[in-house]
């Protein structure tokens, strides 16, 4: 038998290695103001204009050379990327999480500021896979063939890039210690 793989989806993972993460931490804890509401409960969320800071420049200009090979892998051009929205997330102890939702964009990412253990799981949704299947009620094991979904345990100064297309949630936080994170959306 031959086997094809028709779809197939790389999620991308970096580390800054220059990241100070009390600093970091420092400054994003600074700026909340206004915020807004969008997939966040139990958070904050500020609005999208995080990359316009000059305090950020040296972190996006990282983002955007990092994001070079998922562009390239996605079939895009990857000679000028540029930030299309950025915010940041503080989700505030117990039960805070962020709701199934997307992006817009070529490529959406998060950089975790400050993730201790036990902060919630980022989770992408596998947009092929209808949870009624019957195959879900027969599996002897998960794999990337009948996986809903797929969690990745976030840490301190580590940033993931998908594609914007991909749905995403993070899961509640089971402890009361805040998440930290930067989201955005690059063209």
Known sequence: MIKHTPFAVEVFQAQWEEYDEQKMCAYLTAQQNDGVVVSNNHGFQSKPNLHTHKE???????VCQEAGEAFEAY???????????SW???NKGLNSHNQIHLHDGIVSGVFYAQAPEGAGALNLINQGMNCLWWGHQQKQFTNHNN????????????????????NHSVDT??????????????S
């Open 147 to 166: 996986a809903y979904s797929v969690a990745i345990t976030p840490s301190p100064g580590a940033m993931y890039l998908w594609p914007s297309y991909l």
């Open 173 to 186: 936080n089971v402890i009361d210690l805040e998440r930290i994170s930067i989201s955005f959306n690059l």
């Open 56 to 62: 950020m420049q040296s972190f996006f200009q990282w």
């Open 88 to 90: 940041f997330n503080i």
């Open 75 to 85: 079939g895009c051009q990857r000679d000028e990327v540029t930030v299309n929205s």
